[in-house]
């Protein structure tokens, strides 16, 4: 008896204050309910996404490399290079501390086919106005121990321990079937292969351990976890020949039409990535545009592909 009348005696504010949690109990439900769902978008769908957006890059701002552009690390590409007896040369600045990077290599087995189509399709039309990445060096960008954004200065002692953490990560990292999903052309001039993971390792994984193994790495990287890219080549300026049936159509419709040739010839291009380098680059893009390296190459341990 006494129960009951306790029971029914709850007071009015109390039934409010039930209300009120089991309202918000039902939002927070819902909300990460929500978030569940976003997370459940794969990798591949996100970097599709972030694909098609690049694509869109040069739709949204223009082909600003026409003026003056920047590169994606933010900095001014005429001043990366200049014209040395009518060759087009890169203008090395040393990186002071070094910049450290983690990247994938692109064996020149799969570099050498696709350097190959770019040139025969952009070397006519871009008489010195265009920078040919070295077939030797493709690579996929994965971590910095180290940038030029935030420098974090390391002495020999530590620079051995993080490439032997990276040599542990390389261990467990399974070699990537990969795709070429498309070429894009930035508005900054910078054409760039965006490819797919097929199996293996995925780059958000890669990048997770390389994070875990080097506690000291710039919180803020320079690329989006899920990119998987390679840069072929870089326009400094305009086309120099077009050819008579592009005469009347715009600078951009023409580089289009380019960069449309080159995905017809090389989408869909399937690679074998088995090795991630440890890049000491003494100058600045040092890998870009061939400048002093110190490279640790270590071969993907997991032998699943
Ligand atoms: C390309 O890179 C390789 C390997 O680092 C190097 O031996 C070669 O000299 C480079 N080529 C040019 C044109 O710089």
């Given amino acids: 008896m006494v129960r009951v009348r306790n029971y029914c005696s709850i007071s009015k504010p109390a039934i409010w204050i039930w209300l009120i949690s089991a309202l918000t109990f039902y939002l927070l ?20 996404r972030l694909y098609e957006k690049m694509e869109k890059d040069l739709e949204d701002h223009g ?7 920047e590169t994606t690390q933010s900095l001014s590409l005429s001043d990366l290079f200049i014209l040395k007896d009518g060759v087009v040369t890169p203008v090395l600045k040393p990186a002071n501390p070094p910049v450290r990077a983690n990247v994938l290599y692109l064996n020149p087995e799969y570099s050498v086919p696709i350097a190959d189509a770019v040139r025969s399709i952009f070397s006519p039309h871009f008489d010195k106005a265009i920078w040919f990445q070295n077939s030797s060096l493709y690579h996929f960008s994965m971590f910095h121990g180290s940038h030029h954004i935030t420098a974090v200065p390391a002495s020999e002692s530590e620079i ?5 953490a990276v040599r542990a990560v390389s261990e467990s990292i399974c070699p990537l079937k990969i795709t070429l999903d498309r070429v894009v052309l930035t508005s900054t001039g910078v054409l760039v292969g965006c490819w797919q993971v097929d199996s293996g390792s995925d780059p958000v994984t890669i990048r997770q351990k390389l994070r875990n193994a080097l506690p000291h790495a710039p919180a803020k990287q320079l690329y989006d976890a899920v990119m998987l890219h390679t840069s072929f080549a ?4 305009h086309p120099s020949s077009w050819p008579e049936e592009a005469n009347k159509v715009s600078v951009l419709q023409f580089l289009y039409e380019l960069v ?9 291009t399937k690679a074998i990535v088995g090795e991630l380098w440890y890049v000491e680059e003494y100058d600045i893009l040092a890998l870009a545009l061939d400048g002093r390296m110190k490279v640790r190459k270590f ?5 699943k592909v």
């Fill in 234 to 237: 870089r326009l400094l300026g």
């Fill in 29 to 48: 439900f819902l909300m990460a309910n929500r978030n569940s769902r976003e997370w459940s978008i794969s990798n591949a769908e996100q970097r599709s």
């Fill in 63 to 69: 082909a600003t490399f026409l003026k003056q552009g």
């Fill in 160 to 164: 051995e321990a993080e490439a032997n």
């Fill in 299 to 303: 071969q993907l341990g997991c032998s």
């Fill in 260 to 268: 449309s040739r080159l995905n017809n010839k090389i989408h869909g």
